[in-house]
């Protein structure tokens, strides 16, 4: 499976941004979908994951109420609309596929695949 993720860029806070990753290969494997971010000199840390059939997400404490992730099967893609975003969310965002079980998301625990990131800076 290869991820492709897009959608990044310079955005003042406050403002939105749309990231977009769409998947190749073998993409019948793919259950859990969702992103993980990392910022300079820091570690990569979890920000959302959606099961295979979209019907369950988790987003991390930082983001909950600012982020959502969706995804589309018929695409094989998977979104993260940012909102009201903060210079703290300047990042690198990567798109990983996984496991259904969100819950191991957080910990970075049960990842397949990862995509090569898109740069999101916000700037205050």
């Known amino acids: 499976v290869q991820l492709q993720a897009s959608g990044g860029g310079l955005v003042q806070a406050g403002g939105s941004l749309r990231l977009s990753c769409a998947a190749s290969g073998s993409t019948f494997s793919i259950n859990g979908m969702g992103w993980f971010r990392q910022a300079p000199g820091k570690e990569r840390e979890f920000v959302a994951a959606?099961?295979?059939?979209?019907?369950?997400?988790l987003h991390a404490d930082s983001v909950k109420g600012r982020f959502t992730i969706s995804r589309d099967n018929a695409r094989n893609s998977v979104y993260l609309q940012m909102n009201t975003l903060k210079p703290e969310d300047t990042a690198v965002y990567y798109c990983?596929?996984?496991?259904?079980?969100?819950?191991?998301?957080?910990?970075?625990?049960?990842?397949?695949?990862w995509g090569k990131g898109t740069l999101v800076t916000v700037s205050s």
């Open positions: 990983a596929t996984g496991t259904n079980k969100l819950a191991l998301w957080a910990r970075r625990d049960g990842m397949d695949y």
């Open positions: 959606i099961t295979r059939g979209g019907g369950t997400t």
